[in-house]
Every structure is written in structure tokens, then in C-alpha cells.
């Protein structure tokens, strides 16, 4: 049982460039959420999704764009990646009783 | 929105002592308040929670109260080992809703 599971685990991009990060679960929960952690600032919701076919914007939504793909799997989008937007980035998925797991992060740099 | 502040930012105890780290929110409609803890390099892992209808819930050495009339929760560490070096998240929100998350706590337990 491999949990939430996030591809990549680091990636270097430059202003401009665009992709997708991933994320998939395997525990058939039906709520999935990304947050990005930068220091000292704690998690920061930027999407989340319910349940397939629906997503919704969170805290810090702006320049992000996301996909849910089936009951699995739920991709963050950056379009023109900006050096704010350098982070470290978690998938999470909860269970029915409301509890999210957490996936290793992806850790990106955009320069 | 919600609002949870964290305190301490760091916090240093020798091996053996407890440890105890506090949160407020400030919706009185959160009914959910999970802990978790994040080692380096790793996500953050779910170690208690506690619902709205609780004051307080025990994990072997961890324990979390709840004060609904104060909004304040708070996690106890009890006889620290060096391996719950770490830094620990407070949370609170709707139960299988997206949460909100302190800023995060430090914790270093010196042998």
C-alpha cells in the first residue's frame, strides 16, 4: 500500500516553462488537496477536490491550475512558472473520516 | 477563513522531559483539529486528532486537549526521545474539508 504518491520528487524549471506535477492514491479516497510549504509560512491550501469531477480554489490558487483526473489521481498545472512559485509542493488525500495523508512532497525550483 | 496561530516557533527540551506546543483558531465552526508531525525531507504525518465533541485524547506518550470555549488545543509530549525531534503542525477545519495549518512548531530533543 503506497499511499499518496507525488512525481516528481524535485524539479528545476525556468521562468516561463511550464508542467505538471502528479499525484496519485491508492486508499480510494474520494477528497484530494494540494498545499504548498514555504519557511515559515506553514502549509497554504492551493486546490482541492472533493470528489472526481470537482475541484475548487483554495488560499493561494493564482497561477496554478488543476486536474482530477479519476478517483486517483490529481494534477497541479503551473502554465508559466514564476520564482514565486519556488516550493515545496503536497499532495494529501482523506479518508472518510475526514483524515488527510500527506505525500513526500515535490520540491521545485524555478529560476 | 480560519486563522490558527502556533506557539512555540521552536522549542528545545531535554531528553526525558515533556514538551508542549499550543494552538488557537479562530472559527468556531472548525470541528477538527489533527496533529501532525514532519520529519526532513518527508511530508507531514498524522500522529492525533481530535474531534469537537472530545476535550482530550491519549496516544501512549502523545496527548491533545481541546478547549472549544477558549478555541485553544494543545499537544503534549510526555518522556521525549530524540527521535521525536521534528517539527510539529497543528490544524483545524471542517472534518473532509481542506484545513488550515499552523505555522509550525521546532522541536528539538537533546540526549
Known amino acids: 500500500n503506497a499511499g499518496v504518491t507525488q512525481t516528481p520528487k524535485f524539479q528545476v524549471l525556468k521562468t516561463g516553462q511550464s508542467m505538471t506535477l502528479q499525484c496519485a492514491q491508492d486508499m480510494n479516497h474520494n477528497s484530494m488537496y494540494w498545499y504548498r510549504q514555504d519557511p515559515g509560512m506553514g502549509l497554504r491550501l492551493i486546490y482541492y477536490?472533493?470528489?472526481?469531477?470537482?475541484?475548487d480554489k483554495g488560499e493561494v490558487p493564482n497561477g496554478y491550475n488543476v486536474s482530477r483526473l479519476n478517483k486517483r489521481e490529481f494534477s497541479l498545472r503551473l502554465e508559466s512558472a514564476a520564482p514565486s512559485q519556488t516550493s515545496v509542493y503536497f499532495c494529501?488525500?482523506?479518508?472518510?473520516?475526514?483524515?488527510?495523508?500527506f505525500g513526500n512532497g515535490t520540491r521545485l525550483t524555478v529560476t | 477563513g480560519e486563522n490558527v496561530e502556533q506557539h512555540p516557533s521552536t522549542l528545545s527540551v531535554q531528553e526525558g522531559d515533556s514538551a508542549v506546543i499550543k494552538c488557537t483558531y479562530s472559527?468556531?465552526?472548525?470541528?477538527?483539529f489533527p496533529w501532525y508531525k514532519q520529519e526532513l525531507g518527508k511530508g507531514p504525518q498524522l500522529i492525533i486528532d481530535i474531534r469537537s465533541n472530545v476535550g482530550e485524547k491519549k496516544d501512549q506518550r502523545i496527548a491533545v486537549t481541546l478547549n472549544k470555549t477558549a478555541k485553544h488545543f494543545s499537544l503534549h509530549i510526555t518522556e521525549t526521545q530524540p527521535e521525536d525531534s521534528a517539527v510539529y503542525f497543528c490544524s483545524a477545519g471542517d472534518s473532509g474539508y481542506a484545513l488550515n495549518f499552523g505555522k509550525g512548531t521546532s522541536l528539538l530533543v537533546t540526549p
Open positions: 494529501a488525500s482523506s479518508d472518510i473520516q475526514g483524515r488527510p495523508h
Open positions: 472559527d468556531s465552526a472548525s470541528n477538527y
Open positions: 477536490s472533493a470528489s472526481e469531477g470537482t475541484t
